[in-house]
Protein backbone atom coordinates (compact mmCIF):
# COMPACT_ATOMS: atom_id res chain seq x y z
CA UNK A 1 0.00 0.00 0.00
CA UNK A 2 1.72 3.21 -1.25
CA UNK A 3 0.14 7.01 -1.25
CA UNK A 4 2.00 8.97 -3.40
CA UNK A 5 4.79 11.56 -1.77
CA UNK A 6 7.37 13.55 -3.20
CA UNK A 7 10.99 12.82 -2.94
CA UNK A 8 14.18 14.90 -3.70
CA UNK A 9 15.77 12.21 -5.93
CA UNK A 10 12.77 10.43 -7.60
CA UNK A 11 10.29 13.22 -7.97
CA UNK A 12 7.29 11.23 -6.91
CA UNK A 13 7.29 7.88 -5.40
CA UNK A 14 4.62 4.89 -5.51
CA UNK A 15 4.64 1.00 -5.42
CA UNK A 16 8.09 1.34 -7.41
CA UNK A 17 10.09 2.99 -4.34
CA UNK A 18 8.29 1.28 -1.58
CA UNK A 19 9.60 -2.31 -2.57
CA UNK A 20 12.95 -0.60 -3.76
CA UNK A 21 13.04 1.20 -0.47
CA UNK A 22 10.41 1.10 2.53
CA UNK A 23 10.96 -2.50 2.70
CA UNK A 24 14.33 -2.60 2.75
CA UNK A 25 16.88 -2.76 6.06
CA UNK A 26 18.41 0.42 7.32
CA UNK A 27 21.85 -0.85 5.98
CA UNK A 28 20.51 -1.51 2.64
CA UNK A 29 18.97 1.87 2.26
CA UNK A 30 22.00 3.86 3.60
CA UNK A 31 24.06 1.49 0.46
CA UNK A 32 21.40 2.55 -1.43
CA UNK A 33 21.72 6.53 -0.90
CA UNK A 34 25.86 6.63 -0.65
CA UNK A 35 26.05 7.65 -4.47
CA UNK A 36 24.31 11.16 -3.79
CA UNK A 37 26.34 14.12 -2.78
CA UNK A 38 24.32 17.10 -1.69
CA UNK A 39 25.91 20.47 -2.37
CA UNK A 40 24.57 23.79 -1.07
CA UNK A 41 24.44 26.47 -3.13
CA UNK A 42 26.35 29.24 -1.09
CA UNK A 43 24.73 32.28 -2.66
CA UNK A 44 21.34 31.11 -2.08
CA UNK A 45 21.76 29.44 1.51
CA UNK A 46 20.66 32.27 4.35
CA UNK A 47 22.02 30.10 7.06
CA UNK A 48 18.75 29.46 8.85
CA UNK A 49 20.27 25.92 9.96
CA UNK A 50 17.12 24.12 8.48
CA UNK A 51 19.36 21.75 7.47
CA UNK A 52 21.02 21.15 9.90
CA UNK A 53 18.07 20.25 12.33
CA UNK A 54 17.03 17.68 10.35
CA UNK A 55 20.33 15.86 9.54
CA UNK A 56 20.46 12.81 11.71
CA UNK A 57 24.32 12.52 10.82
CA UNK A 58 25.73 15.16 11.94
CA UNK A 59 27.21 15.93 8.28
CA UNK A 60 25.93 20.03 8.37
CA UNK A 61 27.42 23.09 9.77
CA UNK A 62 27.54 26.99 9.88
CA UNK A 63 30.42 27.97 9.05
CA UNK A 64 30.69 32.30 8.14
CA UNK A 65 26.47 32.21 8.29
CA UNK A 66 26.15 29.48 5.24
CA UNK A 67 25.65 25.78 5.61
CA UNK A 68 28.56 23.21 4.44
CA UNK A 69 28.16 19.25 4.36
CA UNK A 70 31.08 17.12 5.11
CA UNK A 71 30.60 14.23 3.05
CA UNK A 72 32.62 11.88 4.81
CA UNK A 73 29.59 11.84 7.45
CA UNK A 74 26.41 12.73 4.37
CA UNK A 75 24.34 9.76 4.19
CA UNK A 76 22.63 11.38 0.54
CA UNK A 77 18.97 10.81 2.66
CA UNK A 78 17.79 14.07 0.79
CA UNK A 79 16.42 15.22 4.06
CA UNK A 80 18.01 18.55 3.82
CA UNK A 81 17.45 19.00 0.22
CA UNK A 82 13.37 19.08 1.74
CA UNK A 83 13.89 21.57 3.61
CA UNK A 84 15.88 24.48 1.83
CA UNK A 85 13.62 27.42 1.90
CA UNK A 86 15.91 28.66 -1.09
CA UNK A 87 16.11 25.43 -2.61
CA UNK A 88 19.81 25.99 -2.39
CA UNK A 89 21.05 22.33 -1.85
CA UNK A 90 20.82 19.73 -4.50
CA UNK A 91 23.02 16.81 -5.54
CA UNK A 92 26.26 17.34 -6.78
CA UNK A 93 25.86 15.60 -10.18
CA UNK A 94 22.97 13.82 -12.25
CA UNK A 95 25.04 10.68 -12.18
CA UNK A 96 24.79 10.17 -8.47
CA UNK A 97 21.07 9.99 -8.49
CA UNK A 98 20.52 8.10 -11.98
CA UNK A 99 23.10 5.34 -10.11
CA UNK A 100 20.55 6.09 -7.45
CA UNK A 101 17.41 5.37 -9.59
CA UNK A 102 19.04 1.80 -11.17
CA UNK A 103 20.05 0.48 -7.52
CA UNK A 104 16.01 1.19 -6.23
CA UNK A 105 14.89 -0.68 -9.42
CA UNK A 106 17.31 -3.30 -8.11
CA UNK A 107 16.03 -3.44 -4.75
CA UNK A 108 12.57 -3.06 -6.18
CA UNK A 109 12.50 -6.17 -8.46
CA UNK A 110 14.83 -8.30 -5.72
CA UNK A 111 12.11 -7.52 -3.03
CA UNK A 112 9.17 -8.01 -5.91
CA UNK A 113 10.76 -11.86 -6.51
CA UNK A 114 10.99 -12.49 -2.43
CA UNK A 115 7.26 -11.33 -1.88
CA UNK A 116 5.34 -12.34 -5.08
CA UNK A 117 6.74 -16.05 -6.06
CA UNK A 118 5.28 -19.30 -4.42
CA UNK A 119 1.84 -20.96 -4.72
CA UNK A 120 -0.92 -18.03 -3.23
CA UNK A 121 1.79 -15.01 -3.04
CA UNK A 122 0.69 -13.10 -5.92
CA UNK A 123 2.03 -9.65 -5.15
CA UNK A 124 -0.48 -7.44 -5.34
CA UNK A 125 0.16 -3.03 -5.33
CA UNK A 126 -2.48 -0.51 -4.29
CA UNK A 127 -1.91 2.99 -4.82
CA UNK A 128 -3.61 5.32 -2.69
CA UNK A 129 -4.57 8.89 -4.83
CA UNK A 130 -6.45 9.60 -1.82
CA UNK A 131 -5.43 13.10 1.08
CA UNK A 132 -2.67 14.06 -0.80
CA UNK A 133 -0.08 16.48 0.69
CA UNK A 134 -0.86 19.79 -0.25
CA UNK A 135 2.54 21.39 0.80
CA UNK A 136 5.98 21.02 -0.83
CA UNK A 137 9.20 20.87 0.50
CA UNK A 138 10.11 23.20 3.39
CA UNK A 139 6.36 23.84 3.71
CA UNK A 140 6.00 26.30 1.11
CA UNK A 141 2.79 25.97 -0.65
CA UNK A 142 2.87 24.04 -3.93
CA UNK A 143 2.01 25.41 -7.03
CA UNK A 144 -0.30 22.87 -8.16
CA UNK A 145 -2.89 21.78 -5.61
CA UNK A 146 -3.82 18.34 -6.11
CA UNK A 147 -7.43 17.25 -6.42
CA UNK A 148 -9.34 15.67 -3.84
CA UNK A 149 -9.78 12.35 -4.14
CA UNK A 150 -8.81 10.67 -7.13
CA UNK A 151 -9.34 6.92 -6.26
CA UNK A 152 -7.75 3.95 -5.10
CA UNK A 153 -5.41 1.64 -8.13
CA UNK A 154 -4.52 -2.12 -7.70
CA UNK A 155 -2.52 -4.14 -9.58
CA UNK A 156 -0.28 -7.18 -9.67
CA UNK A 157 2.17 -4.80 -11.99
CA UNK A 158 3.69 -2.32 -9.75
CA UNK A 159 5.13 -0.55 -12.98
CA UNK A 160 2.02 -0.58 -14.55
CA UNK A 161 0.07 0.96 -11.27
CA UNK A 162 2.91 3.70 -11.18
CA UNK A 163 2.56 4.82 -14.76
CA UNK A 164 -1.14 4.63 -14.31
CA UNK A 165 -0.88 6.75 -11.14
CA UNK A 166 1.24 9.64 -12.24
CA UNK A 167 -0.66 9.76 -15.49
CA UNK A 168 -3.86 9.88 -13.63
CA UNK A 169 -2.14 12.71 -10.84
CA UNK A 170 -0.52 14.94 -14.10
CA UNK A 171 -3.79 14.87 -15.95
CA UNK A 172 -5.81 16.15 -13.21
CA UNK A 173 -3.31 18.69 -12.28
CA UNK A 174 -2.76 20.34 -15.90
CA UNK A 175 0.35 20.50 -15.11
CA UNK A 176 3.82 18.18 -14.86
CA UNK A 177 4.14 16.97 -11.36
CA UNK A 178 7.07 18.81 -10.63
CA UNK A 179 4.15 21.49 -10.09
CA UNK A 180 2.98 19.06 -7.28
CA UNK A 181 6.04 17.57 -5.55
CA UNK A 182 8.55 20.58 -6.31
CA UNK A 183 11.35 18.37 -7.25
CA UNK A 184 13.19 18.12 -10.89
CA UNK A 185 13.43 14.87 -10.78
CA UNK A 186 11.04 13.18 -13.64
CA UNK A 187 9.54 10.52 -11.46
CA UNK A 188 8.98 8.31 -14.97
CA UNK A 189 12.30 7.77 -15.24
CA UNK A 190 12.23 5.20 -12.01
CA UNK A 191 9.66 3.27 -13.95
CA UNK A 192 12.23 3.00 -16.80
CA UNK A 193 14.90 1.58 -14.86
CA UNK A 194 12.05 -0.79 -13.53
CA UNK A 195 10.65 -2.16 -16.27
CA UNK A 196 14.46 -2.84 -17.72
CA UNK A 197 15.04 -4.90 -14.90
CA UNK A 198 11.77 -6.79 -15.80
CA UNK A 199 9.96 -5.59 -12.61
CA UNK A 200 6.64 -4.88 -14.98
CA UNK A 201 5.44 -2.60 -17.64
CA UNK A 202 4.96 0.68 -18.09
CA UNK A 203 1.63 -0.10 -20.59
CA UNK A 204 -1.33 -0.32 -18.80
CA UNK A 205 -5.29 -0.27 -18.63
CA UNK A 206 -7.78 1.07 -16.22
CA UNK A 207 -10.74 -0.30 -15.07
CA UNK A 208 -13.15 1.08 -13.17
CA UNK A 209 -15.04 -0.59 -10.30
Known amino acids: MSPLRPHPH ?10 GLDLSTREAKLDLHRGIRPQVDTPLCAGCGSCLDVCLYDAIVIRGGRATIDHHHCTGCGECMGVCFMAGIAPEAAIGVATFRDAVAGAAAGTAGLLGTGPGRPLLCLN ?6 T ?3 AGKARRRLPPAGI ?16 DLLAERLGAPLDQWSGYAQP ?4 LECAEAVGLGSRDYRLREV
Open 10 to 19: LGVTASVAAL
Open 128 to 133: FLVHLE
Open 135 to 137: HGA
Open 151 to 166: GILASRDPVAVDAAAF
Open 187 to 190: PGLL
